[in-house]
């Protein structure tokens, strides 16, 4: 079952089962995907739809802070909630420690062993290899380390 089959079946599930959030989470992702689609005007494989929701649990991320300032624990609560949902539908990430890896691999390969000016070479050639894989920042937070 593809990607966007599942999503329609746990739709239509959170549909029958009342579950507002779920349902409500489920058709933003649908909404977003159907845009890209779209505005594009092609057929979205699974591959192409993760990086899609991977923004959506992003998006989330980041207004998680803005929430967590103002106070707002009903929100934070209900995008923790999303954030969960989302993250169903997207490939398990790697750990740091496997990300580290990465990074001492590549940067080996490159002939990289150190230096701050080395940091953008280093950080495309690993987002290329984890992409979808491993979080952006934790990415930043190995590549970081390793050249430090």
Request: no cysteine; net charge negative; hydrophobic share 40%.
């Amino acid at each position: 079952m593809g990607l966007k089959d599942k999503l329609m079946a746990d739709l239509k599930e959170a549909m029958k089962e009342h579950d507002k959030v779920r349902k409500d989470t489920i058709s933003f992702a649908r909404a977003a995907i159907k845009q890209h689609e779209v505005d594009n005007r092609v057929e979205l494989s699974d591959e192409e739809i993760i990086p899609i929701l991977a923004k959506q649990v992003k998006m989330r991320k980041d207004a998680l802070a803005d929430f967590e300032k103002a106070g707002r624990a009903d929100l934070v609560e209900a995008y923790n909630e999303e954030i969960k949902i989302l993250e169903g539908y997207l490939p398990e990430q790697m750990s740091l420690e496997e990300i580290k890896k990465v990074v001492a691999d590549s940067a080996k390969s490159l002939g990289i062993d150190g230096g701050k000016q080395n940091m953008g070479k280093l950080m495309g050639a690993v987002m290329g290899k984890l992409k979808g894989k491993a979080d952006g920042n934790a990415v930043r937070e190995a590549v970081t380390e390793y050249l430090s």
